[in-house]
């Protein structure tokens, strides 16, 4: 088990903790504040200590968008990248002001982080306007360690990735330890998951089989008693099993996979359940072909966007009977209406199941998305913050993030 920083003492001291603030921003506005607010407790936590709160996270990919402004001769929006307005929404969120300094790195961050009062929280530009974050370079690792006396991972979503503020930052600091989203992320997807009330049910979603293998395999090693396959990737997995699927995203090099993880799912004892109906449009006229047929009927020339309305029924009556339920992945090309249909049919029916008692957890940015879309992301127990971070832990892979850690000694 990880330390927390409830763990070790931060009173009066200057703590890193690293966030992930990576959020949609358009024309300056945010658009959607989750992971803001997923790391309100931490920081008020370390408030209530009186810590000197420094906050760092980066926000898309500004070194690669500037490249690809170069080469096509744009120009390239700095102040896109900038965390500046997520400072601002912070503020509002916590009830203080939050100061905000023009770099991650370099005099103007030290000068910042030295004369920062006790109970006061300050918020760095983007790790990612220097490649040493990305390349974990020891040298950047070096100077943001310098900045404090104990480093805090809060940003499950990034564990997953070997950076300097998440991996390297923790070989240059006294203290290293989680943050409560950090451990309650921990707790819900080991713990829950490691012993799940039974019947278990997990539903796995998204466009490629490649991306769920590994999830798949480990949850039958769990010996999850249902996983409902929708999205594209249950494609691969039916046209495996003799299914015509028209010209809907098949991973065609996959079938064999598929078919090897049905029999090892069978000897485990998991069901594994495909749609049987789906939302299609003809390639050719996709504007105004739009129908639900039985998937047994799928012609050369259609493309599945969507599992069906039959499809989200048998869905609904399994997951009304779990008691752990497991969800990560869209059932369709959510982004666009009225793909999103069987996706929300699915929250519905998850939330649902919460109310009656089911343990129910939730990750990737589509579900997530859905949840909210269907007025019932509050209803769920526990909305996961990772998405890559979140399917390769539950895959069974070592997160370099969470390993860097302090461990609780027994």
């Known amino acids: 088990m990880k330390k927390t ?48 709160v420094i906050l760092a ?20 929006n700095q102040s896109a990248f900038s965390l500046r307005t997520v400072a601002a929404r912070l503020g509002e969120l916590i009830g203080r002001n939050v100061e905000f300094v023009s770099d991650c790195v370099g005099d103007s961050a030290q000068s910042a982080c030295s004369n920062l009062a006790s109970g006061t ?23 943001l360690g310098a900045l404090c006396e104990v480093f805090v991972n809060d940003a499950f979503g ?47 979603g998204g466009a490629k089989v490649s991306d769920k293998i590994p999830v798949i395999e480990s949850l039958i090693k769990r010996k999850v008693d249902k996983l409902l396959i929708g999205g ?41 359940i495909l749609p049987s109906d789906h939302q299609v449009v003809d390639s050719y006229d996709p504007l105004n072909s739009r129908k639900t047929i039985p998937v047994d009927f799928t012609n050369t020339g259609l493309v599945g966007l969507d599992i069906g ?20 992945g869209p059932m369709g090309m959510f982004e666009e209406e009225p793909f999103d249909q069987g996706t929300i049919g699915i929250a519905l ?11 129910s957890i939730v ?13 019932v992301g509050k209803e769920i127990t526990h909305v996961s913050t990772g998405g890559g971070a979140t399917l390769e832990f539950l895959a069974g892979t070592p997160l370099p993030g969470v390993e860097a850690l302090e461990e609780i000694q027994s």
Not at 17 to 43: H, L, S, Y
Not at 175 to 203: C, H, W, Y
Not at 354 to 359: H, K, L, S, V
């Open 363 to 375: 990750g990737g940015g589509d579900s997530v998305a859905a949840l909210n879309k269907a007025g």
């Open 309 to 328: 309305t039959e499809t989200v029924e048998r869905f609904s009556a399994v997951i009304k009977g779990a008691k752990t339920i497991l969800w990560n």
């Open 5 to 52: 920083l409830r763990d070790v003492d931060i009173r009066g001291k200057r703590i890193l903790v690293r966030v992930d603030f990576n959020v949609p921003i358009k024309n300056g506005e945010i658009k959607d504040d989750t992971r803001i607010r997923a790391a309100v407790p931490t920081i008020e936590y370390a408030l209530q200590q009186d810590a000197k």
């Open 121 to 143: 929280v300050l918020l760095l530009e983007n790790l990612r306007f220097h490649e040493g974050e990305e390349k974990n370079d020891a040298a950047f690792a070096r100077e």
């Open 158 to 204: 990034a564990a997953h990735r070997a950076h300097a503020s998440t991996e390297g930052i923790t070989h240059f600091v006294p203290q290293s330890v989680a943050g409560l989203l950090m451990a309650k992320e921990l707790e819900f997807l080991g713990k829950t998951l490691d012993n799940p009330l039974r019947p278990f049910v997990a539903i796995l």
């Open 232 to 272: 594209a990737m249950a494609y691969t997995f039916l046209k495996a099993n003799g299914y015509t699927v028209g010209k809907s995203l098949v991973e065609d090099e996959l079938m064999p996979k598929a078919l090897e993880t049905e029999e090892a799912a069978s000897l485990a004892g998991t069901e594994i």
């Open 349 to 359: 029916a998850v939330a649902e199941a919460t109310r009656n008692g089911a343990i």
């Open 57 to 76: 996270s980066h926000l898309g990919r500004p070194l690669k968008e500037q490249k690809k402004a170069a080469e096509t001769g744009r120009e390239f």
